[in-house]
């Protein structure tokens, strides 16, 4: 009885290891299919306000803020709709180049990646559904934004414009 008990923390062990060697080599993707199965990942996110100020005015959205890695990963997976007033941040702690993907995600977005002063760098409008694709900042950013998809044409938003949000050292108006 004691060697199978052993025997059986030894498999477990190793698959602990195995699991942990598995997450260091391979990070995002672990964190991805941690976020898919795990429960936090569901829970409500602390939602701030957030402005875009383009050519057509100054237009106010209250983000979802995606502040740990399990919530980043977990993203807009999963949802049905987005309104035109809402969307999600996904903030960084020092400029990086980002790659985001679509998997689970129902609805097109416009995903809006943001340097560190709150400009706008790029913008990858209508991203396609449940599409692995890996989209890229091209560049490193401090922050993704993700709308409804269309809506960063329709508010005039375009690289160069600027976020206003404490992010990025410039608070919104309330």
Known sequence: MKDVRYSRRAAVGA???HFSAAISGNGALASRALAETS??????LREERLEL???TGVHALD???AATQEQQAFGL???TSLSDTKGMLFP??????LTMW????YIPLDMVFILADGTVHRIEARTEPLSERIIASEGPVSAVLEIAGGN???LGLKPGDKVRHSLFGTAASN
Do not use: D, F, G, Q
């Open 53 to 55: 100020v383009t050519s």
């Open 15 to 17: 698959a602990l290891l």
């Open 39 to 44: 429960p936090a990942a569901t829970k409500p």
């Open 102 to 105: 679509m998997r689970n995600t």
């Open 77 to 79: 997976m999963y949802r």
């Open 152 to 154: 960063a044409e329709r």
């Open 63 to 65: 983000v979802e803020v």
């Open 92 to 97: 960084h702690k020092k400029p990086i180049e």
